[in-house]
Each structure stands twice: as structure tokens, then as C-alpha cells.
């Protein structure tokens, strides 16, 4: 199974950018999509997740401000973000739990997000 993850890039502070990341190979099912992220010096953190059925959950510092969301045909989950600070600056790696022979879950390359004026 691989996971690609892209749509980061260089935003300015109030800014909005659209993280996608598509899982490919050998599935017959997935569970949850996740997004996390990890700043220099800090540790990886969840951000947002959606299960199988799209239900979400989000972390506190997201304050309504980021959309995690699914499209089950193209086994991708996408994550939108909107009015972007600074704190966000930090590359975001997706997380699939994936049916392929057994359940695994597996990590995209990371996508670098700056949030910077």
C-alpha cells in the first residue's frame, strides 16, 4: 500500500491550502483516514480523523478552522484548511488504516504547510 500526500506550500497568515492524500495498491478495505502533523522540535500530533462510516473528530487547536473529509471510491482523504496562523507552520502526514492481507495502518511522506507573511 502506498499513501501520496500533496497540497502543501508556502500561505500567508489567513490563508486556506487543501491537503489530499490517496492510498493505492493492494486494499480491500479501509477504516479511518487521519491527518497529523509534527513541528521542528515538537511531536507528531493528531490533528483530524474520520472513520469508516465519516464520523470526525479534531484537535482542540483546530477551533472549527480545518474540514477533514473522505472520498471512498478514490480511497483519499482530504484536509482543508482555512484561516491558517503561524502555529500551523508543519508537515502533515496522513495515516491510513488499510484491509489489505491483514489490518496495517500506514504513513504518507509528509507534506510541508508554512504559514508565513
Known amino acids: 500500500v502506498q499513501l501520496q500526500a500533496s497540497g502543501g506550500g508556502l500561505v500567508q497568515p489567513g490563508g486556506s491550502l487543501r491537503l489530499s492524500c490517496a492510498a493505492s495498491?493492494?486494499?480491500?478495505?479501509?477504516?479511518?483516514m487521519a491527518w497529523y502533523r509534527q513541528a521542528p522540535g515538537k511531536q507528531r500530533e493528531l490533528v483530524a480523523i474520520i472513520g469508516s462510516a465519516g464520523s470526525t473528530n479534531y484537535a482542540d487547536f483546530v477551533e472549527g478552522r480545518f474540514t477533514i473529509s473522505r472520498d471512498y471510491p478514490k480511497n483519499t482523504v482530504y484536509l482543508q484548511m482555512t484561516s491558517l496562523k503561524p502555529e500551523d507552520t508543519a508537515l502533515y502526514y496522513c495515516?491510513?488504516?488499510?484491509?489489505?492481507?491483514?489490518?496495517?495502518?500506514?504513513w504518507g511522506q509528509g507534506t510541508q504547510v508554512t504559514v508565513s507573511s
Open positions: 495515516n491510513v488504516a488499510v484491509l489489505g492481507a491483514s489490518w496495517n495502518t500506514y
Open positions: 495498491g493492494r486494499i480491500s478495505s479501509i477504516n479511518t
